[in-house]
């Protein structure tokens, strides 16, 4: 499975953006969908996930009832909606694809990533 991330940019604080993450290769409706980000100098770190057996979505308290998580399995696309960004929110952010039916909070179990699309939230 190849991710291509797409749709950051630089916005002010309370501002919107939405990620996509197109996904070739074939089963993308079979893989949990994760999205993480990584700022300058800090770790990278789990932003949402959904889980592609239930649907069941999973966000990091930080992002929780600003960011919206969503997946188009007829398009191979999963998207992240962002409301209300705030300068902390800026990184880079990654999309990620595991095989798991879970939704995981850490990096390792998943197998593919692609490229990170730069968020710039100006205060």
């Known amino acids: 499975v190849q991710l291509q991330a797409c749709g950051g940019g630089l916005v002010q604080a309370g501002g919107s953006l939405r990620l996509s993450c197109a996904a070739s290769?074939?089963?993308?409706?079979?893989?949990?969908m994760g999205w993480f980000r990584q700022a300058p100098g800090k770790e990278r770190e789990f932003v949402a996930g959904?889980?592609?057996?239930?649907?069941?979505?999973y966000y990091a308290d930080s992002v929780k009832g600003r960011f919206t998580i969503s997946r188009d399995n007829a398009k191979n696309t999963v998207y992240l909606q962002m409301n209300s960004l705030k300068p902390e929110d800026t990184a880079v952010y990654y999309c990620?694809?595991?095989?798991?039916?879970?939704?995981?909070?850490?990096?390792?179990?998943?197998?593919?990533w692609g490229q990170g699309t730069q968020v710039t939230v100006s205060s």
């Open positions: 990620a694809a595991d095989s798991s039916p879970f939704v995981h909070t850490r990096v390792s179990p998943y197998d593919y």
């Open positions: 290769g074939r089963s993308f409706s079979r893989y949990t």
């Open positions: 959904i889980s592609w057996s239930s649907g069941s979505t």
